[in-house]
């Protein structure tokens, strides 16, 4: 079977309760809640679609959502519609990290979203950060990048348990690529992101902060933890 190439704009989003939420009554919450979680749900079968808890673990914010589609002007009627909701009123945007990722895909390029939820958010614990490269990575030589790379990939290939996604972010934001990995045990991002720090590749790093550590969790379960 043929394969295509599909694009994908991925949106990380960042946002934190309000502390004031927790002073409604419980029937004020409970609608607040399942108005959410019913404008969510109502898109899920259309893109891509993963929710993370980090309160507890983030001082910026309390949820993730990780969303993407073929169509960027999508992730952004999503958020107005997830804003306008009695829960939205009381989230505020803590950060926001908009990325483009290409994939071959062996379906049609309209398949691609329902094709995501095999390649990515397999795993429950995630670490996410931007990263911004200098002038002496963007004029390497194509031996010269690819020598880093390998060096790069040897290391990931050691972990088997632990998947890296590369998402571009040139023109979409400060950062010049969103680095995005996620596993079955969080000790295995620490093992991972140790020995990765070791290569010649971090000096072409200008930054690589903010750093982000997720849990996916079900999104009712996670409102219920924070009210």
Known sequence: MPE??????????FLRMQPEFKRLSPNEQMTAKREFEDMLASHQERIFL???????LNAESDIMIWRMCRRVSRLQELSSSLMKT???????PAKEYLGIFSFKTAGPEEQAEKEANEKFGRFPYMSLHAVKKNDKWHFLKEEERNNVCAERQNV?????????????SYG???????????????IDLEAITYD?????????TISDNPYFFCIGRGLAEILDHLA
Do not use: C, H, P
């Open 156 to 168: 990931l290939n050691k972990y088997k348990n632990v998947n890296e996604n590369v998402f571009l």
């Open 86 to 92: 009695g829960m939205g009123k009381w989230l505020i």
């Open 4 to 13: 295509n190439k599909a694009t994908l704009f991925s949106s990380f989003s």
């Open 50 to 56: 993963r929710t993370y808890m980090t309160a507890g």
């Open 196 to 204: 990765l720090r070791q290569l010649k590749n971090n000096e072409y």
């Open 172 to 186: 979409l934001g400060q950062q010049d690529f969103i680095i995005q990995r996620e596993a079955e045990a969080a």
